[in-house]
């Protein structure tokens, strides 16, 4: 009995063994909004994403952020980007900022980090926003 036990326990090990996927663990930092704004202010090196429709950056985001659609022709962007530099992504709630990070990461960028909860996260911790009204 003991050696179908210890059969079984190596079978699994061997199916979880490297199925050439890095996880998104891996891939991106994921940040609470104190300690996204504290690891924002430390880098010098660093570009903060707001990753909505430009309809939803408009209304208000985060200061110094610059608007780069997760609908937008990413492939373009990742090529205009310098890949030394951090990325700060965040969205509405980070599901969107989550899936550019690792867009991004495939892209060959490794400093990335995503807005935990997104910017209804960071309201709620009563951190600046910028409502100021853009025109397109």
Do not use: H
């Not at 079984?8 to 998104?24: A, E, R, S, W």
């Not at 991106?28 to 202010?41: H, K, M, T, V, W």
């Not at 892209?107 to 709620?124: E, Q």
């Amino acid at each position: 009995m003991n050696t179908k036990l210890t059969l079984f326990v190596f079978f699994l090990l061997l199916c979880n063994v490297n199925t050439g996927q890095v996880p998104d663990s891996l891939k991106f930092i994921s940040l609470r909004p104190g300690e996204f704004l504290e690891a924002y202010q430390k880098d010098n090196k660093t570009l903060l994403v707001d990753v909505r429709e430009f309809f939803e950056y408009k209304k208000s985001r985060l200061n110094d952020a610059v608007n780069i659609p997760s609908s937008a022709n990413l492939e373009y962007t990742a090529d205009t980007l310098n890949k030394e530099s951090s990325l700060f992504l965040y969205c509405t709630s980070g599901f969107r900022s989550k899936r550019v990070a690792k867009y991004f990461y495939d892209k060959g960028f490794l400093k990335l980090y995503s807005l935990d909860g997104g910017i209804a996260a960071w309201k709620k911790e009563g951190l600046p926003v910028n409502r100021k009204k853009i025109k397109k």
